[in-house]
C-alpha cells in the first residue's frame, strides 16, 4: 500500500528524473566539473546520515567529520595493509564495519545528554581521533595522510588507468548507484515507524519515554545509523579524491557538514542533499574567486541566516505553498 | 491489582506524599479528588515512573515497582496522560496516537517500511481518535488544536498504550463545560470495555459521583478518605476540605 502510494507520487517521477539524468552527466560535464559533482554526491550521502541525527532526532553534531574520516582512512588502510583485499566489494563493507564501531562508541558517550551538551561531547571526540590520526603516523600516516589507489571493482583490475577515466567510467556509475540506494533507504527510514519514533523523541522526550521509548536507546541507535551513512560517504568521498588526511577529522570540516546542511534546508528531507552538492560548487569558486574565500563563504551564511533561515530547499518549498495557496483562497 | 504502601515523596525539605497507603482492585475505576496542592499529581508521578519516591512501596499484579523505570511499568501495563498537555508537537494527531501503537506493539525498530505500510495499525489508529471524536482533525499539527481538543488527544494516547490499569490526571480540564460529560462517557466506556482498571484526577464533584465506583480523597499527602461517593461526600471532613463547609 505504502509504495504504490509513492510510486504514483509526482515526487517519485521527479526522483527518477533527477536519477536519469545524473546517468548521462559524464556525457555532458568535463571531467574536472564531472569530479566536483562526485564528491558533492558523496557528501551528500553523508549530509542524509547527518540530517538523521539534525532533523530526525534533534540532535547537532559537530563531530561527524570524524566518522566521515573514519570510512575514508578504512579505504586507505585497507590499501596499506591489505592490498590483496583493495576490491570495492569487501572495502565498502569494511567502510561501514569500521563507522559502525566507531560510531557505537562516540554513540553511547554522546546520547547520554542532548542539546549543545551532545555537540561538545561529539565535537571534543571527534577532536581525540583527529589527534590519534596525526600522532600515530606510523599507522595513519600522519598529517601526511594516505594515498587512495584505485580499487578493483567486481572483479576488474583498474591498475595503470588514469584516475579521471576511473572517475568518470564505471565508479560514477557505482557512485550515484550508492547514492540513490542512501537516499531510498534514508526516505524508508525516516517515514517508518522507527523514523516517527526517532521524530516523537525529538518533539516531547518526556511523553516519548511516557509511551514506552527507551530514548536513549533510540537516539544511540539513530547515531549509529547517522554514523554508517557518513562513514559511506567517506568511503566513496575517498576514491573520488585520492588522498585522505587527518582534515577531515577535524573540527573545521564537521562545520562545513552543518553548513552543508543549513545552506540547503535541514528541515526538508532533499535540503541537505543539495546543500552538500551546491557547497562543494560555492567551496571552490570562492577558493578560485578570492583568497579571502573564508570571508565570502561566511558572508553567505550570515545572508542565509538572515533572509533563508530555512535553507535554499525550505525556502522552495515555503514559496510553493504559497504560491499554491494564493489563488485558491484570493488572499496573498 | 495495585497497591500503594506508606508511600512517601519530599522535594527538599517539603514532604508532598505523606505515607499515602491504598489500593485499586481489577476493573474498578476510582477518582482521586483533593484540593490545590494536595499531591495528586504527584501521586500520579510516582505510579508512572516519572519521578522516584523517597520510601515507600508500590505494587502492581504483585510485582514490586517501586523504583522500576517508566519503560518497564508500561510494559506492564501502567499507562497515563498529562495533566498539562505532553504532545508531539511536530507530527500530526494521527501520528500522534499511532506512534503509541507502534510502541505498543513493539513495531517501533521496523525502520524500512513506511509507517503508512502498517495499514491495520494506522486503522486503529483512527478508529481510536475517532471514538473520542477527533478523527476529523487527524492530519492537524496539535498546537492548532483547542485545549479541550488538546487533552482529549492526550487522553487517547494514553488509551492507546492498551494498558491494564490507566491513569488520568484529570482529563476534562480545558474541556467546554458541555462537552465534559460525553468526553467521560466515552473515556469510561472505552476503559469498561478494555476491562481496564481506571484511576481519576478530577475536580467536578458531578463526575466523580457518577462515574467512579470508589472516591479516594487526598489531603496534604494522605489518603484522607476511602469509599463510595455517595457516603465519602457525607463525611464532614471531606466537604470541610473539598468544598470548604462546615456543619
Not at chain 1, 516517527?196 to 511516557?210: C, F, G, H, P, Y
Not at chain 2, 494527531?93 to 503509541?100: A, F, M
Request: aromatic share 12%.
Amino acid at each position: 500500500m505504502g509504495l504504490k502510494d509513492f510510486l504514483l507520487k509526482p515526487k517519485f517521477f521527479v526522483y527518477l528524473g533527477i536519477f536519469i539524468l545524473l546517468m548521462f552527466m559524464p556525457k555532458v560535464l568535463p571531467i574536472y566539473q564531472l569530479m566536483l559533482l562526485e564528491s558533492g554526491i558523496t557528501f551528500a550521502i553523508m549530509s542524509l546520515g547527518f540530517n538523521l541525527l539534525l532533523r530526525y532526532t534533534g540532535l547537532l553534531s559537530f563531530g561527524h567529520g570524524a566518522l566521515f574520516a573514519v570510512g575514508a582512512y578504512s579505504v586507505g588502510m585497507m590499501g596499506e595493509y591489505f592490498p590483496e583485499m583493495y576490491r570495492i566489494e569487501i572495502l565498502i563493507p569494511v567502510a561501514l564495519f569500521a563507522s559502525f564501531v566507531v560510531s557505537t562508541i562516540f554513540g553511547f558517550i554522546c546520547v547520554r545528554h542532548t542539546r549543545v551538551f551532545f555537540s561538545i561531547l561529539a565535537l571534543a571526540l571527534s577532536m581525540v581521533l583527529f589527534a590519534l590520526l596525526v600522532k600515530l603516523y606510523n599507522i595513519t600516516g600522519g598529517s601526511d595522510g594516505i594515498h587512495i589507489e584505485l580499487p578493483m571493482m567486481f572483479g576488474k583490475s583498474y591498475e595503470g588507468v588514469k584516475r579521471f577515466e576511473f572517475l568518470s567510467g564505471a565508479y560514477y556509475f557505482v557512485l550515484i548507484c550508492v547514492f540513490a540506494a542512501s537516499t531510498i533507504i534514508m526516505l524508508g527510514i525516516v517515514n517508518s515507524p522507527f523514523g516517527k519514533t526517532l521524530q516523537s523523541i525529538r518533539d516531547n522526550e518526556v511523553r516519548a519515554e511516557m509511551i514506552g521509548i527507551r530514548i536513549r536507546r533510540y537516539r544511540l541507535y539513530a547515531f549509529i545509523l547517522s554514523g554508517l551513512f557518513t562513514g559511506l560517504g567517506g568511503a566513496m568521498w575517498s576514491f573520488v579524491n585520492g588522498h585522505v588526511t587527518p582534515e577531515i577529522a577535524e573540527w573545521v570540516f564537521s562545520g562545513e557538514i552543518v553548513y552543508m546542511t543549513l545552506l540547503g534546508g535541514f528541515m526538508v528531507f532533499e535540503g541537505p542533499i543539495i546543500g552538500a552538492i551546491l557547497f562543494t560548487y560555492l567551496k571552490l569558486y570562492a577558493v578560485s574567486f578570492t583568497q579571502y574565500w573564508m570571508f565570502l563563504i561566511g558572508a553567505t551564511l550570515i545572508t542565509l541566516v538572515l533572509l533563508l533561515p530555512e535553507g535554499i530547499a525550505g525556502g522552495f518549498v515555503k514559496l510553493v505553498t504559497k504560491i499554491r495557496r494564493t489563488p485558491s483562497t484570493g488572499v496573498a | 491489582m495495585l497497591k500503594v504502601r506508606e508511600l512517601i515523596k519530599d522535594f527538599g525539605k517539603v514532604r508532598i506524599i505523606n505515607s499515602a497507603t491504598f489500593e485499586v482492585n481489577t476493573d474498578e475505576i476510582v477518582s482521586l479528588v483533593g484540593p490545590n496542592g494536595a499531591g495528586k499529581t504527584t501521586l500520579v508521578n510516582l505510579i508512572s515512573g516519572h519521578i522516584p519516591p523517597t520510601t515507600g512501596r508500590i505494587e502492581f499484579l504483585g510485582h514490586d515497582i517501586t523504583f522500576t523505570s517508566p519503560y518497564r511499568r508500561i510494559k506492564m501495563g501502567v499507562a497515563r496522560n498529562f495533566q498539562i498537555t505532553n504532545l508531539f508537537a511536530d507530527s500530526s494527531v494521527l501520528d500522534n496516537v499511532r506512534i503509541c501503537l507502534f510502541s505498543t506493539y513493539g513495531k517501533i525498530k521496523r525502520c524500512f517500511l513506511p509507517a503508512n505500510y502498517y495499514g491495520a495499525i494506522t486503522q486503529e489508529a483512527v478508529n481510536i481518535l475517532d471514538m473520542f471524536g477527533i478523527s476529523d482533525k487527524k492530519d492537524l499539527l496539535p498546537p492548532s488544536l483547542s485545549e479541550g481538543d488538546k487533552k482529549i488527544l492526550d487522553t487517547s494516547m494514553a488509551f492507546a498504550l492498551k494498558s491494564k490499569f490507566l491513569l488520568l490526571d484529570e482529563p476534562t480540564s480545558g474541556v467546554a463545560t458541555g462537552d465534559k460529560f460525553k468526553v467521560m462517557d466515552t473515556i469510561i466506556s472505552a476503559v469498561k470495555k478494555e476491562k481496564m482498571a481506571c484511576m481519576i484526577i478530577e475536580h467536578d464533584m458531578d463526575i466523580v459521583a457518577d462515574y467512579t465506583d470508589r472516591v479516594l480523597v487526598l489531603t496534604e499527602g494522605q489518603i484522607l478518605a476511602d469509599g463510595r461517593p455517595k457516603e465519602i461526600m457525607e463525611q464532614d471532613d471531606v466537604k470541610k476540605i473539598l468544598f470548604g463547609v462546615t456543619s
